[in-house]
């Protein structure tokens, strides 16, 4: 990335920031802004400016980004009404992602005939997990019942993190079908290892600097901001110390956050002070993904697209995650609008942008490559637009529904019953 991209993406940013709340209510997101704006001002073929997604820097930088805002988001979940609430999550995960996997595996290997079986698992688990920032106004509707909006909050957080270790394993034999130079000897194939790792540096992070921060602010050790510092270092530490002990950085990342949250809210009435600093660098990385993403990634989805390449698209978008969902909720005593509603509000963002740049670093550019990044790239791309104009009014609508089925229930529960 050169000084003038940085330069221009920073300048958006700014613009962007000033009239946020003006384009919210017209439902257009952050994250369509700044992919339009790399598709036009960095494209390969007339931008003026040009973006390198093969660098590392970019990578780390997508990374951090996803890490920083699963912590923030994990912080705010309140940890004692989760438990009451933790079938519906659980149910997501446990039932609702496999089944998502299995199906998008079959479709994908339907519709391109040229996939191997390895990049067919990629497309599926890159595109099994969801993205909370995307449906945003759903998420931070106080309207909508909270038990949907914290299990859909920790779904997002969660399943992009079980599915990294099935991604690391496909991308690891994709690149040796390919005969990528190295490939074959990468250390991340223990799966459940990688997920105790992760959980284990989170809760040791989480809590331990939850206590050191309480304790310091009790004491008053802390200067003025060091608690925001403190939060921010505790989100990176969580990442990179899991990813040194060969573990999952996004589960480290999410579990550091709600024991981080939960420790800080034993002392504390408020968290938000505390996650502002790892919340506000995240977003800000995460615009700078959107935009890299526009400029580099969206053009690989658009030289591909054909029919295939939409089909699967839409299909991982409505039937392959709204059946799985509905199958997860199954005697929950949720009725079939909650259902629709909780599996149409599964975006597809920041997981599957950094999965996407992890194939363009491991796998190179060979065309059977760049199909799959295709199909991933599109689904993104749709779900953007999508979600983005959907979240708003859907939301709003779920709600006005729900009120006037309460309504009309109210009378009939209180019309008196007559003896014979």
Known sequence: MTETTFAVITLLILGWAVVSSLLVKLNITGALVFTVAGFVLANPDWGAMSVDVDAPAVHVMAEVALALLLFSDAARVDVVRLRRDIGVPVRLLAVGLPLTLVLGAVVAAWCFDDLSLALVCFVAATLAPTDAALSAQVINDAQI???LRRALNVESGLNDGIVTPIVAFTLTVAATQ?????AGHSPEGDALRELAVGVGVGMAVGLGSGLL????????WIMHGGRRLASLAAALSSFALALTLHGN?????????????????????????AVELPELLGEVLALFVWFLFGAALVPVAIDHLDVATVTYAVSSLTVLRMVPVALALVGTGLDRRTALFVGWFGPRGLASVVFALLAVEELGDAAVVRQALAAVCLTVLLSVVLHGVSAGPLGRRYVRLERADEAGAEPRARKPVHSA
């Open 213 to 220: 921060i309480a304790l310091g602010w009790r004491r008053g």
């Open 249 to 273: 950085g996004f589960i480290a990342a999410f579990v550091a956050g709600i024991a981080f949250g939960a420790q800080v809210k034993r002392d504390e009435a408020e968290v938000e002070a």
């Open 178 to 182: 390919l005969g990528v130079p190295g």
């Open 145 to 147: 019942p909270l038990r």
